[in-house]
């Protein structure tokens, strides 16, 4: 089906700056040494290629295009990712109102990754009023079935008393699962958040014992997890990775706090 396409994706390649879409002209030239197994491995190949950069609207129609052509073929995984391409807004904008339509298509059809994104959408107010009793149920069945991303922010909703009784003590005890069973690859995307939150519980004593040092600890891995996911495309985490700039501030000035005082006498 690639090779039917292949006037369109010369016309694309033409269109695109090689100095500012690298990955994705390279991607595009690859294709004729390479097989990417059909139109959804050729779409998320785009989708994931020059993630920091706004995609220009004429290859955003082009994978939005190759997506729908597969949801033709009833294939769950395309609506999902639909949904995450209008969500995230490759094209410059957000737009939730597809991305919930698309990913309601996709756990319809039980995409364990699409329930989990509607309970973001749910806890967020996406396109939706803010739900957390359908954002807790989402977030559930993607935990219950290993997601990580589900799990934490089910401890966010202890933490903050959304929907459960509000139990800081629950809230990270589930974030340390988390650590204690995220895989190398997993940790990639997960352990920023995660380090981050246990950071800052540990600095407030909130759920367990006032920790600063543990706490300076988390701060300094979340940045570098948080930094690479940044880097990654994952511009969202922006924000995340300033707070955990700032909580090591305020971790090593509470940490000054309790050095003690040495006052040295000469003879």
């Given at each position: 089906?690639v090779?039917?396409?292949d006037g369109t994706?010369?016309?694309i390649?033409?269109?695109?700056?090689?100095?500012?879409?690298?990955?994705?002209?390279?991607?595009l030239e690859?294709l004729e040494n390479?097989d990417?197994g059909g139109?959804?491995e050729?779409?998320?190949?785009?989708?994931?290629?020059?993630?920091?950069k706004?995609?220009?609207?004429?290859?955003?129609?082009f994978?939005?295009f190759?997506y729908?052509?597969c949801?033709?073929?009833?294939?769950?995984?395309?609506?999902c990712?639909?949904?995450?391409?209008y969500?995230?807004?490759?094209?410059?904008?957000?737009d939730?109102?597809?991305?919930?339509?698309?990913?309601?298509?996709?756990a319809?059809?039980?995409?364990?990754?699409?329930?989990?994104n509607?309970?973001?959408?749910y806890y967020?107010?996406?396109?939706?009023?803010?739900?957390y009793?359908?954002?807790?149920h989402?977030?559930a069945?993607?935990?219950f079935?290993?997601?990580?991303?589900?799990?934490?922010?089910?401890?966010?909703m202890?933490?903050?008393?959304?929907?459960?009784e509000?139990n800081?003590q629950?809230?990270f005890?589930i974030?340390?699962?988390?650590m204690?069973t995220?895989?190398e690859?997993?940790?990639q995307?997960i352990?920023?958040?995660v380090l981050?939150?246990?950071?800052?519980?540990?600095l407030d004593?909130?759920?367990?014992?006032?920790?600063l040092?543990?706490?300076l600890?988390?701060?300094q891995?979340a940045e570098a997890?948080?930094?690479?996911?940044v880097m990654?495309?994952?511009i969202e985490?922006?924000r995340?990775?300033?707070?955990?700039?700032?909580g090591?501030a305020?971790?090593?000035?509470?940490?000054?706090?309790?050095?003690?005082?040495?006052?040295?006498k000469?003879?």
């Amino acid at each position: 089906m690639v090779l039917q396409l292949d006037g369109t994706l010369d016309e694309i390649r033409e269109q695109l700056d090689p100095e500012e879409f690298p990955e994705t002209v390279e991607c595009l030239e690859s294709l004729e040494n390479e097989d990417f197994g059909g139109l959804y491995e050729l779409a998320t190949a785009l989708v994931n290629c020059d993630k920091t950069k706004q995609m220009p609207q004429f290859l955003f129609d082009f994978i939005v295009f190759l997506y729908k052509e597969c949801i033709g073929g009833d294939d769950d995984r395309a609506m999902c990712d639909l949904g995450a391409l209008y969500y995230m807004g490759r094209n410059g904008e957000s737009d939730f109102a597809e991305a919930f339509r698309y990913y309601e298509m996709a756990a319809d059809k039980g995409n364990r990754q699409a329930q989990e994104n509607l309970g973001y959408c749910y806890y967020y107010g996406r396109n939706v009023e803010v739900d957390y009793k359908r954002a807790f149920h989402y977030f559930a069945l993607g935990a219950f079935d290993g997601h990580l991303n589900s799990l934490y922010k089910i401890g966010d909703m202890y933490r903050n008393g959304y929907y459960v009784e509000k139990n800081p003590q629950e809230a990270f005890r589930i974030y340390l699962h988390c650590m204690g069973t995220m895989t190398e690859e997993s940790e990639q995307y997960i352990a920023g958040p995660v380090l981050l939150r246990l950071g800052q519980m540990m600095l407030d004593g909130e759920g367990t014992e006032r920790d600063l040092r543990g706490a300076l600890v988390c701060f300094q891995k979340a940045e570098a997890f948080l930094y690479n996911m940044v880097m990654d495309g994952e511009i969202e985490y922006r924000r995340s990775l300033n707070s955990a700039i700032e909580g090591q501030a305020k971790a090593r000035e509470e940490m000054e706090k309790t050095l003690p005082v040495l006052e040295w006498k000469y003879d």
